[in-house]
């Protein structure tokens, strides 16, 4: 039986995104079908549109979102109807020499799939789903992999963040930067991630946790994620940095933009033998340039970390858990609350820098 749902489509590149009616394909072995019911908008759903990445078009975007499973293919053993789910855009395979040698998050069958094709247009073309998901539809089919279980009493909004901005930023801080008390942490760019990050460096007891990003209006959101400073990005961010850091720099710079300048600007406020962690995703082309003595004399380590360096079948469960039990507050994080043809207004406005995470509900 075929399902036929609403999904924001891109039909080709540089025109804007639409919602239109498509066909779902049936359940397979190992697959199952989740009812979204909601779904962050995330920078790489624009990185899709805005000539970051190109991926094959009709495309489905969305990717961070969470729902309920509705259907389950034969040999399903991790799912069942009625679950609560988040999605994973990246899911293991747990085969591969990246998850045998425990970096699922390097998995070779997920890492660097922009789109897979899954379903159909009503006349009929293929269609192409953002990270193997397409999540700003109302239902999608994936495989059973790419669902992980979340208590019912986890509201689904803050669920859709643990699948991408959330864990992607705690995990920047606890797996790939390994933050510890009494720390300085730089953070550039107060996105959803760029303030999970925040957040995360504060629980991990960091003393100070400086947050800089283009505009003012970002600083109330820095503070409440626990930011202990809040500079406007300049070209004196340097210096502005070791002015509050006693004149070393920061002990960690974690960069949540994805562009050259940024992660010139992060390495320049780390101080000599601190840690510089990249978390956005840029452009191939955006090339970054540091000179081989500034390498050498500084001792400064530079390294990204992707999908937070985690497993998320682990650590999404457990920030689930650190939720619920007030742990970790999420509430800060959503700004805006829209529906599936709200979606390119909140492209606009992280384009522009304001907010943090719109989410659609579903």
């Keep these: 039986m075929s399902h036929y ?31 979204i019911r909601a779904a962050g908008v995330c920078h790489s759903d624009l990185s899709m549109i805005n000539g970051t990445l190109r991926p094959p078009h009709p495309l489905v975007l969305g990717h961070e979102a969470a729902g ?4 389950v293919g034969e040999h399903v053993t991790r799912a069942a109807v009625g679950d609560h789910v988040v999605l ?18 390097l998995c070779a069958t997920s890492s660097g799939v922009a789109a897979l094709e899954n379903g159909m247009t009503l006349d009929g073309a293929p269609v192409h789903v953002c990270l193997g998901l397409g999540a700003f539809a109302e239902q999608v089919v994936a495989p059973e992999n790419a669902v992980i279980g979340v208590p019912e009493e986890l509201d689904f909004e803050l669920a859709a963040l643990l699948g991408c901005s959330v864990l992607t930023g705690s995990g920047a801080v606890r797996n790939t930067a390994r933050v510890q008390p009494g720390e300085s942490v730089l953070v550039i760019g107060l996105g959803g991630v760029g303030l999970s990050v925040v957040a995360a460096a504060r629980a991990a007891g960091a003393g100070q946790v400086i947050a800089v990003d283009v505009t003012e209006a970002k600083k109330g959101l820095a503070e409440a994620a626990g930011a202990t400073d809040f500079v406007v990005s300049s070209d004196a961010l340097s210096k502005d940095v070791r002015v509050r850091t006693e004149g070393r720099g920061a002990d960690h710079a974690i ?7 940024t992660i010139r600007a992060a390495w320049r ?35 990204a970390s992707v ?7 682990v650590e999404v469960p457990a920030l689930a858990r650190e939720v619920l039990d007030g742990k970790l507050s999420l509430d800060h994080l959503i700004t805006d609350r829209i529906g599936l043809a709200d979606v390119p207004a909140a492209f606009d406005r992280m384009a522009r820098g304001e907010g943090a995470r719109s989410v659609v509900r579903l």
């Design 255 to 261: 960069e949540c933009v994805g562009r050259a300048s």
């Design 307 to 313: 999908y937070g360096q985690a497993d998320p079948d």
């Design 68 to 71: 309920e499973v509705v259907e």
């Design 5 to 35: 749902i609403p999904g924001l489509v891109v039909r080709t590149a540089g025109v804007p995104a639409a919602v239109e009616e498509l066909r779902l394909p049936e359940v397979g072995p190992g697959q199952v079908r989740v009812r």
């Design 269 to 303: 406020a780390t101080r000599r033998g601190g840690q510089v962690t990249v978390v956005g995703m840029g452009a191939a082309d955006d090339m970054v340039q540091l000179g081989a003595l500034d390498i050498f004399s500084s001792a400064r380590t530079l390294r």
């Design 88 to 105: 994973n855009w990246q899911p293991p395979c747990r085969s591969c020499w990246f998850c045998e040698h425990a970096q699922p998050w």
